[in-house]
């Protein structure tokens, strides 16, 4: 999914002008979105009504798009915006298996690949920020994933409806799990393969900080 700050060209490593606006557009969708993800843990978890989740989830969805969409069309980009939207993303790709998996829709083991994949992506901070960096450039294969895995929740979620929707819905969220998964371990693998380019053609800030002192 894109956002705000889902757009950049290359390695991130100052702000644009105007990027220190926070009370935009885009910015309160994806507040919104963050503040949808506590009400979907209690509709899933404690509830579990799964029709109201899946509104939840299409909500979610359509502010995601929105907040990118707005961003480019306003002229709102922000430095708090590319932080916020990929954020929130990260944020409803771990909640959401979770509780998938204590309510039994999907796998454990899924579930660890999901989580264990972007805990270690970020690992790479501190060395990025080492070398002046903020973030890499946004790779197509992470958008692709980032959008099959938040496709497939609410077919998921759908699925699990005791109906024809369910029955038909089901193979679907499974589909797009499986290639979303598959495409997410392919873009740690790209994002680490760039870091470790980094490390190696960027020079530490301290040593450029003490070049530039002699």
């Known amino acids: 999914m894109t956002g705000s700050g889902g757009d950049d060209d290359g390695p991130v490593t100052a702000a644009a002008p105007g990027a ?28 579990k009504a ?24 306003l002229d709102q980009s922000s430095r708090l915006g590319e932080l916020l939207d ?6 409803y790709i771990v909640v959401i298996p979770i509780c998938f998996g204590l309510r039994d829709f999907v796998p454990w083991w899924l579930i660890g690949i999901i989580i264990a994949r972007d805990v270690l ?5 501190p060395l990025l920020r080492s070398r002046g960096l903020v ?10 994933a980032t959008f099959a895995l938040m496709s497939a929740f609410p077919w998921l979620l759908a699925g699990q409806l005791d109906s024809v929707i369910g029955t038909i819905c089901y193979p679907i969220g499974w589909a797009f799990l499986i290639w979303g998964v ?14 470790i380019m980094v ?12 070049a530039a002192a002699g």
């Open 20 to 47: 220190d606006r926070i009370l935009t557009v885009p910015n309160a969708l994806s507040v919104l979105r963050l503040v949808l993800i506590p009400v979907f843990i209690w509709l899933v978890i404690v509830e």
């Open 50 to 73: 799964d029709g109201w989740a899946f509104v939840v989830l299409f909500v979610s969805g359509v502010t995601d798009w929105l907040d990118g969409k707005l961003a480019r069309l």
């Open 86 to 91: 990929p954020a929130a993303d990260r944020l």
């Open 121 to 125: 992506l970020f690992a790479s901070a």
């Open 135 to 144: 973030a890499l450039p946004v790779l197509y294969v992470g958008k692709a």
């Open 182 to 195: 598959g495409m997410y371990l392919w873009s740690f693998v790209l994002y680490w393969a760039q870091t």
């Open 199 to 210: 490390m190696r053609t960027m020079p530490r800030l301290d040593r450029v900080s003490s």
